[in-house]
């Protein structure tokens, strides 16, 4: 039976795998659109010389370790909830428990704060990524620009017009375009390691530690613009050993290698070069031929991370259903083989009309 069943197993998994690239990383699978520009040029601005570029790659580096890879993928995620994640995951899971205790109140408070977070997150990452993306445009063309804001918000109002049709057909449609995205990420970024591989020298967590010792204060808030790195991922429709398989096989590579090809790039350049590519490093890491076909695969990219955070929403929503933290609502199943698999008009319009 065992003969037999593992090959079919195996195949099961990787289909879920490839559906999880799809839909689950779209949202963290972006971040280098914009996380690491944001931490240099943002409301708290850090010089570019080489303390400081290290320092931001090895806490990029270090965050993702501990927080996605240990934290999330590693533990949390062996509490699931029948196959559920996140937060509403985690207070159904203790709340029998921790109810009889006398701050059993105060856990299932901070689950439901969590999730009021992620509501936001659903709010604020369409459309962060999906201008992070188009604002390429201006890279390529500066005349462009004009042209950003009604690019951006008919790509959202597709995405979510396509809710109905459900996630599994989303995310076979979605897969292919993630491979390609985080292929050619992962690419760009080795060829400027390659080319500068004094960057590979973040993987020590002193120079993150340097970072703090140097800036204090201000290198604690530049976490803040690190944390984007780490945000976007919901276990909730594909299960924990597919998205493990697509976790530490592909996705992280490839956010990895990007990451530190920015790095290098702006390591490599004098003052005025990396002042100049610090406002756009992901679309200037590319050859001027290719900028316009990455802005292309990044807008694509940029579309399906945006599902992933509404997907997460619908399942967050159930869970909260479920436990009784929210009026019941029309739920409709999108697969008569998952039941995870969901769509949930109200909420669907509710954060269309908010983004």
């Known amino acids: 039976m065992q003969t037999h069943g593992s090959p079919q197993r195996n195949t099961a998994i990787a289909k879920l795998a490839a559906g999880a690239i799809g839909i689950v990383f779209g949202d963290i699978g972006t971040s280098p659109l914009y996380a690491f520009r944001e931490t240099f040029i943002g409301a708290h601005p850090l010089e570019l010389d080489r303390i400081h570029v290290l320092g931001v790659v090895s806490l990029i580096f270090w965050s993702m370790t501990l927080v996605v890879t240990i934290q999330y993928v590693s533990i949390t995620m062996r509490a699931d909830n029948k196959g559920q994640g996140g937060s509403l995951a985690l207070v159904a899971l203790i709340s029998g428990v921790m109810r009889r205790s006398k701050y059993g109140w105060l856990a299932i408070l901070l689950g439901v704060f969590a999730t009021a977070l992620f509501y936001g997150d659903s709010m604020i990452t369409p459309a962060i990524s999906v201008l992070s993306a188009v604002e390429g445009l201006a890279v390529v063309q500066p005349g462009l620009g004009h042209l950003?804001?009604?690019?951006?918000?008919?790509?959202l109002v597709m995405l979510f017009l396509i809710q109905s049709r459900g996630t599994a057909k989303i995310g076979a449609l979605f897969a292919p375009v993630m491979f390609v995205y985080f292929a050619v990420i992962g690419t760009l970024g080795i060829i400027q390691i390659i080319q500068h591989p004094s960057i590979l020298f973040a993987f020590n967590p002193w120079y993150a530690v340097q970072f703090f010792i140097t800036d204090g204060v201000k290198a604690f808030l530049a976490l803040g613009s690190v944390v984007l790195a780490v945000t976007g991922s919901d276990m909730g429709h594909f299960g924990k050993k597919p998205m493990r398989v697509a976790w530490y096989g592909f996705v992280m590579p490839a956010l990895l290698c990007n990451y530190f090809g920015q790095g290098a790039m702006i390591l490599s350049l004098d003052a005025v070069g990396a002042t100049e590519a610090i406002k756009s490093p992901f679309f200037i890491m590319a050859p001027e031929v290719l900028r316009l076909p990455l802005v292309i695969l990044a807008t694509m990219a940029t579309f399906i991370a945006s599902q992933a955070v509404i997907s997460g929403s619908f399942s967050v929503t159930h869970q909260a259903i479920q436990l009784g933290f929210i009026p019941r609502l029309t739920i409709k199943h999108t697969s008569?083989?998952?039941?995870?698999?969901?769509?949930?008009?109200?909420?669907?319009?509710?954060i269309m009309i908010s983004v």
């Open 148 to 155: 950003v804001i009604p690019i951006a918000l008919t790509l």
């Open 336 to 350: 008569a083989s998952d039941a995870g698999q969901i769509y949930i008009p109200f909420v669907n319009w509710a």
